[in-house]
């Protein structure tokens, strides 16, 4: 918490401004990143942006698989557990000498931007994914326009619009999501999680509980949330906690879940009741022991 409340106690108004625009690489460095030269005017448009968004966040709440924030709050975690964040953090932080001022054509095809501020020995890094704007096919279809004097003029320069607030941020060790759809699309690597739902399709223990576990392969599929959920499934392990099948098939018959299962006690999967498989397996439908009600519930942590 010592870094959440440094994070908005920062002094931004004295610290120094620098913009770093980056790309993804296939190579082991992972991110390619060129320094933007900026002017006064724009470098105090990112302190106010920076300083509008400490001031919005209020509160943190621990980052998990299928964790979510609200508008007042964002997700924190450690910086060691990213190893993306680590590797753009790394091209951003070569010593001044080797720094690379990007060109117009490496600005034009960023897939994000990240601003540092520094104050002495400390520094804040914002990061935002790029406007649909920068992209070349999307620019190519637009008229660039400004109105003065009455009038639109088309603009002589490539302009580049920034958002007033930025994706996620990092101070010291840990990190603030603010919008966790673009941290994870822009430093996390899918193939980790389709990794662990590999991994968890072939382990005995998760096979025996299906007369044929390709139906929900076929339901999670590519999909990053899906994924993401298999992981934490696969985490949590509940379906090895001992009578795991009988103690579903019980609560699953006094309940009217509608889970199918074979004459050998194993699950039936369909497109019908991959979903409600699924919560099972993360544990997250659950009953209300004042209202009796069953509700499904998009993280659980135990009071």
Known sequence: MTDFLDWRQFDYDNSTVQLWVFKKSSTAA???AWHVRTDEQVEDLFRSAIKSETSRISETVAYTHISQNNE??????????????IALLQVVDVPEAENTDATLKQLKGAIGYLVKFQNGDDTVYAIRKTAPTWRPRVRNTMINAIF???ELSVV??????????????CLNETIFVASKKAYESTVSDKTVYKKSFDDLTVDPQFLSLFSDV???????????????????IQQKALYSLPNFPENLRRVNDGRNWGINFDGA?????????????????????????VTETIYDVPDAEIV
């Open 72 to 85: 007042s709050s964002c997700l924190i975690h450690a910086l060691e557990e990213s190893d993306g964040l």
């Open 265 to 289: 006690g194993k699950i039936v999967v369909c497109d019908q009741t991959a979903r409600v498989v699924m919560q099972v397996l993360l544990d997250h439908r659950l009953l209300s022991e």
């Open 156 to 169: 002589p320069e490539e302009t580049f619009t920034f958002d007033s607030y930025f994706d996620f941020y």
């Open 148 to 150: 003065v004097n009455g």
């Open 30 to 32: 992972k991110f390619r």
């Open 214 to 232: 390709e139906p929900l392969k076929r339901y999670v599929g590519q999909n990053a949330i899906q994924l993401r959920r298999m992981t934490v």
